[in-house]
């Protein structure tokens, strides 16, 4: 689908839980190269959506989110990326929130948006490969397991650098309990 060229693409990421936020933006502000570290830590969901379809976008995901109880999160180990690390991120229940807006959005996903899905958090990046095997061999020791939650998602403007703010939006529905 076309797209008008002066609407930048949008980036969707999930919200963390402000305890679970500081740990690993603590770790990206540790790893990540600072003259490349423009942004907090983030789990991306869509990497480029459609800016001309900001509109339609954000109502989707204002009626999903009053739909959607906070989401549990898994952080059991770290994952190498070759040129940096990144922290694995377990969640059926993002998985599947992410499949349900992929489903339904597929007529705008990049070609990077239509690949498998492995949810992670990057805390180094564009390093050399022996830096970053140095700093997941040193963090891999001392690793242990997280658990957060997911409370929100976040819509961004990506303007080739440091990312804007579109639109904040929360997971209202309460968390249903089995009798």
Known sequence: MATNSNDPPLILTLKLNQTTFEQVNTLRQQYFPPERNFLPAHVTLFHALPGDQESAISQHLQKLCTQTSSID?????????????????????????????????????????????????????????????????QLLEQWQPLQGYGEGLLLWYYQGGPWTLASEFSFTAEATVDP
């Not at 377990?90 to 990077?112: C, H, I, K, M, N």
């Open 73 to 137: 999160l898994s952080l059991p180990t770290l994952r190498f990326l070759g040129n940096g690390v990144a922290i694995e991120l377990v969640s059926p229940e993002l998985v599947q929130l992410r499949q349900t807006l992929a489903g339904g959005w597929s007529d705008w996903l990049s070609a990077q948006d239509r690949q498998g899905y492995r949810p992670h958090i990057t805390i180094q990046n564009k390093v050399a490969a022996a830096e970053a095997r140095q700093v997941y061999g």
